[in-house]
């Protein structure tokens, strides 16, 4: 049976093209403006032409031209236009943010005559509340106008098992005579939805989470993938220790460690960088799973002395081992999270990062360091993309999966 042909428009350091990957698609070509991102790409998916380009310059012709492709012959089109300009956490949000614009030119080479059987778009939960709801309505209008049945839901990357609570809206469009779905969660997770949609949106209503009756998916899914369960096999580290290439110290603990360690035969990206000494006398006082109310007043920093007990709560924290990672952003700036070692007193390596975010050993990141930890953080989690591949493989391509050598279905299965 012949690959399905897939492409990755916005693809960053390429999760989703991970993820796609892993469940049986050939990536064809990739799209990515910034070129540490592209580099990091290309290394890691060589057999795929990546368009180092803004993709407003970008044209299906120029992508017929360099791939060989025609008209109808991609299966599925994949992208997640950059998310800052629809975050909760951006300094301002509004419909004429430029960034808030791209997914129309994602349209606009669908348009052009890339017309893929399916379209995935990815991005934040805050984009349902954008300008009210009228983005959304604005996104389904685009893809419609193009022949496309269009559906929509938040899903949770710990669901899928990825060590991390991480939420991302889901977009799913079709010209294929099948109903649209998502991918049902396999594993149970301790997490909460504070965004527009939490209910209505998500799967939080079938899974009891420990504070209802039993719900429809409680006695099928797996238990959720612990902090410990997916770094504790990576070799320790002070400040400023580590190298971007070394030997694993300790063998792997667990399937997932297994499976992230899985054709790797060298260690990379796991640097632990400087830490200030007021943060380091501030972590002192932190234990597994503490938080900056566990600090002494006096050593908090200036703004955080007037917040209340209830204000930023997962600053400054150490992650707890037996629980999942906040979400891993572009930065592991304790002043902004979770990501303080559960028991070396550092911040997080970008190993450690893309194993939270589900990378396995073998993807290397590159660029500087601070691009590095861009990177991963900007990326979709891969197990939760393969998630959905497998989903569409399934209910659009009637192809069945080959668990035996599947990472997602043998997570868990030890």
């Not at 690959?3 to 698609?25: N, T, V």
Request: net charge neutral; with cysteine; glycine share 8%.
């Amino acid at each position: 049976m012949p690959d399905l042909i897939a492409a990755d428009f916005f693809a960053g350091a390429g999760g989703l093209s991970l993820g796609f990957g892993q469940a049986g698609y050939r990536m064809v070509f990739a799209n990515e403006l910034w070129p540490e991102y592209a580099t990091t790409y290309q290394q890691n998916h060589q057999d795929t032409t990546v368009f180092q380009s803004d993709i407003k310059q970008l044209t299906a012709k120029d992508i017929f031209r360099a791939t060989g492709l025609t008209r109808n012959d991609l299966d599925i089109l994949i992208g997640g236009p950059p998310c800052q300009g629809f975050s909760i956490n951006a300094p301002t949000r509004n419909i004429e943010d430029d960034r808030n614009q791209l997914f129309r030119h994602y349209g606009r080479l669908v348009l052009e005559g890339l017309r893929p059987k399916v379209v995935v778009m990815e991005n934040v939960p805050g984009l349902l509340s954008l300008d009210h709801g009228q983005f959304v309505k604005d996104i389904y209008r685009l893809f419609e106008s193009a022949g496309y049945r269009m559906q929509h839901m938040v899903l949770c990357a710990a669901h899928y098992g990825v060590p991390q609570e991480r939420w991302r809206l889901f977009f799913i469009g079709t010209i294929l005579d099948r109903e649209i779905s998502f991918p049902e969660p396999t594993h149970y997770a301790p997490v909460r939805a504070n965004f527009t949609g939490g209910r209505s949106l998500t799967w939080l209503p079938m899974i009891s989470n420990g504070t209802h009756a039993p719900s429809l998916f409680d006695q099928f899914l797996k238990p959720f993938t612990t902090v410990h369960d997916a770094i504790s096999d990576l070799p320790p580290l002070g400040i400023h220790e580590g190298a971007e290439e070394a030997k694993y110290t300790a063998t792997a603990r667990g399937e997932y460690q297994r499976l992230m360690r899985r054709d790797s035969r060298v260690l990379t990206n796991h640097v632990a960088g400087m830490l200030s000494p007021q943060n380091l006398r501030r972590l002192q006082h932190i234990p597994a799973g503490g938080s900056w109310r566990d600090i002494p007043h006096r050593l908090l920093p200036a703004g955080m002395q007037r917040a209340r007990r209830s204000d930023h709560t997962r600053r400054y924290g150490r992650l707890d081992p037996q629980g999942l990672s906040g979400t891993i952003l572009t930065k592991c700036d304790p002043h902004w999270g979770t990501f303080f070692h559960y028991e070396q007193d550092r911040t997080l390596t970008v190993r450690e990062a893309a194993r939270l975010q589900s990378f396995p050993d073998r993807y290397r990141f590159t660029g500087s360091r601070v691009s590095q930890y861009e990177q991963v953080g900007n990326a979709v989690p891969p197990l939760l993309a393969q998630a959905l591949a497998h989903h569409i493989n399934r209910t659009f391509f009637d192809r069945t999966d080959d668990v035996a050598d599947d990472l997602l279905t043998r997570l868990g299965a030890a």
